[in-house]
């Protein structure tokens, strides 16, 4: 699974994927202090909830979270 979310985060911002709506997100405080990339892939592959979802990808672009301009932009639609 960490495997997995690397690939699937690529180059980008890996807080992205982190769900602010999540309770470990808000103890944690990581708006304010964000784990290590690692340590961030460790946490959201031992608790999914803490991804971000909906995740759309279409070939090399992805949206996260439901945004419907962004997912049609994504999608194509």
Known sequence: MEAELDALIGS????????????????????????????AIRLMAKNPNLIRRPILVNGSNIALGFEEKTFKDVSGI
Do not use: G, H, T
Not at 20 to 28: A, C, I, L
């Open 12 to 39: 980008r911002d890996y807080k992205q994927f982190l769900n602010p709506r999540n309770e470990m997100y808000r103890e944690r405080n990581m708006k304010e202090k964000p784990p290590s990339r690692a340590e």
